[in-house]
């Protein structure tokens, strides 16, 4: 007898997860190359408060999109509370990268010198790759756990 209770595909789950990674961890850069004053001056704002914001609501979007496209219908309240696991991972991460920079040494190294013009700015530079790692992996993380906890279809 077949089951009415269906699941997402893993794999669909699995490429959410690293397309929000990759989306995530590409950020920083990116607002570092858009606005390279505004990041070196404030980082801490944009590694606690912009990108978790950013994590959740790429999350709650795919998540959305997961559970309509197995399911046809979505559950606000399971999307919302699956969504906010992104945030929290990528705050745990961040803050890890923040708190405890040696954690970074390992990602650096493999890093080549950045020509920059300064000393100070090819270091920021290869910080904002150091939290890239962390940033990508919050990302898969947090998008993982929560389209486990949305994977089922809603009653």
């Not at 490429?15 to 920083?28: E, Q, T, V």
């Not at 399971?78 to 990268?97: D, Q, R």
């Not at 010198?113 to 919050?138: K, V």
């Amino acid at each position: 007898m077949e089951s009415k209770t269906k699941t997402a595909d893993i794999t669909v789950r699995a490429s959410f997860a690293l397309i929000h990674g990759a989306i995530l961890a590409m950020s920083f850069p990116l607002f570092y190359f858009l606005m390279p004053d505004v990041v070196r001056g404030v980082p801490a704002l944009f590694l606690f408060v912009v990108f978790p914001i950013l994590a959740f609501l790429m999350s709650l979007f795919l998540n959305w999109f997961l559970q309509y496209m197995y399911c046809g219908a979505v559950s606000v309240n399971g999307i919302t509370m699956a969504a906010a696991m992104s945030p929290l991972t990528t705050e745990v991460l961040v803050a890890l990268a923040y708190f405890m920079p040696f954690l970074k040494g390992p990602i650096l190294q493999l890093l080549p010198e950045l020509p920059q013009e300064s000393p100070e700015e090819a270091t920021f530079a290869r910080d904002i790759w150091g939290y890239a790692f962390y940033l990508f992996w919050a990302g898969v993380y947090g998008q993982t756990i929560g389209s486990g906890m949305i994977a089922a279809c809603p009653s």
